[in-house]
């Protein structure tokens, strides 16, 4: 088709008349379908791609969230792990601290190793007297006031001896003073026991308001 050609197609496209497509020439026709089927096509495509691409934003939020909840669990679970094995190394660390601490039956023989101790470095006690218990939660703690002469090694290697016992023994309260031929030392030992189950159940007895079961 030259110039002039396409100029009078495009001038009898302009000239169309709308309300009568029948009259149209076959060109004009074709021409006419293909752009009303290709409209057609993209409206349709349009309108269910938008239905897709909704359904895939919100799939994608879904996903995103799905990944929030996951690391977070995970970071729980992991907590979680680390929890619990600090609860069972407390309870190792716990276990192996009440090993230390005798019970209420043993109480006189570690009275007595301490006693042995102070002979054992040729002290001479003036006094070793135990006191009243004092109840402190899972524990009970005796006081025993003790007054003992000899040299300063003896006493020292005595306050070495009651730290390696297999119980729990300190030394508080500590004044060395000199004596006539011999140093004095006073001091408090205190040493712990654990109380059996009747006892802790009549502390918490004790511990519950009047009136509550």
């Not at 995103?64 to 669990?73: I, S």
């Amino acid at each position: 088709m030259n110039l002039d050609g396409l100029k009078q197609s495009l001038i009898d496209l302009k000239n169309l008349n709308p309300k009568t497509p029948g009259a149209w020439p076959w060109p004009a026709k074709i021409i006419a379908f293909v752009a009303l089927f290709v409209a057609v096509v993209v409206a349709g495509a349009l309108l269910i791609w938008q239905d897709q691409l909704e359904t895939l934003g919100k799939v994608q939020d879904e996903e995103g969230q799905l990944k929030e909840t996951f690391l977070a669990k995970k970071k729980q679970a992991i907590n979680l792990d680390l929890i619990k094995k600090q609860l069972n190394e407390t309870q190792e660390s716990f276990g192996a601290l009440l090993k230390q601490l005798p019970s209420k039956s043993e109480m006189d023989a570690l009275l007595t190793d301490i006693n042995q101790a102070g002979l054992g470095r040729g002290l001479q006690f003036e006094l070793f007297r135990p006191g009243g218990e004092t109840m402190n939660g899972a524990f009970a703690e005796q006081p025993i006031t003790i007054k003992v002469t000899g040299n300063y090694d003896d006493i020292g290697k005595f306050a070495s001896d009651i730290a390696m016992l297999p119980r729990i023994v300190t030394l508080n309260d500590i004044a060395i003073n000199p004596g006539a031929n011999s140093l004095i030392m006073d001091a408090t030992a205190r040493t712990f026991r654990y109380l059996d189950d009747s006892e802790v159940a009549a502390q918490k007895k004790a511990a519950k308001p009047a009136g509550a079961k």
